[in-house]
């Protein structure tokens, strides 16, 4: 079963506007947003925080990749280019990681519905990508401020070996009921404070 979306549109068209406005509840979805141009599209989806975004290219005031943009620095959410044009250099642009499809008018409704079914599943992909990579980096931060900490131990705490200094990190972890990089933590802003100052 296909998931109910709350979709913001954008063209400075009008007969654009009113086939978005009649096809896409046809498919299930909820049109939230109108708007004529790329700006006017910004300031929709900062209110109204829509699921997802189709915008033409080439619009006043703002273009649809400029504003795709702006959206997506704010709030990231998947984003649908569509274009009367085969710009080598629109399709340059729209390789931006939010542009999760492209579409070339005039567009049918064979051609909108499994482009928003790839657009919503690739953000999806994305963002699990995003996930991973932050936890992954998270992961390393923290096993340089334990490896610190345990090197602390093991430098105040005559004939600790490096597995006792993390047994012991751990035992501090348990009596406060913190996490093993917050007794880590604790034990670097210890060493800190009782630190000899520097002669200068």
């Not at 006017?40 to 400029?66: A, Q, S, Y």
């Not at 597995?163 to 007794?183: C, H, P, T, V, Y």
Request: hydrophobic share 45%; with cysteine; aromatic share 4%.
């Amino acid at each position: 079963m296909n998931e109910s979306l709350r979709i913001a549109v954008a063209d400075d068209e009008a007969d654009m506007r009113d086939w978005f406005e009649r096809i896409l509840p046809t498919l299930g979805h909820q049109v939230v947003s109108v708007a004529e141009n790329g700006r006017e599209l910004v300031e929709h989806c900062r209110t109204l925080e829509p699921d997802l975004v189709i915008t033409d290219v080439k619009m006043p005031e703002m273009d649809g990749i400029e504003a795709s943009t702006v959206i997506c620095r704010e709030r990231p959410l998947p984003i649908i280019l569509v274009s009367a044009y085969h710009d080598p250099e629109l399709l340059r642009r729209a390789e931006a990681d939010h542009v999760m499809a492209y579409l070339v008018k005039p567009i049918g409704q064979a051609s909108l519905q499994p482009a928003i079914a790839v657009a919503v599943r690739r953000f999806a992909e994305l963002q699990i990508l995003r996930q991973e990579t932050a936890d992954l980096r998270q992961t390393l931060a923290d096993r340089r401020v334990i490896e610190q900490a345990k090197g602390v131990l093991m430098k105040v705490v005559p004939g600790l070996d490096e597995r006792g200094a993390f047994r012991r990190l751990q035992e501090l972890a348990s009596e406060k009921n913190q996490k093993l990089i917050d007794a880590a933590e604790g034990v670097l802003a210890l060493e800190k404070v009782l630190r000899p100052p520097e002669r200068t």
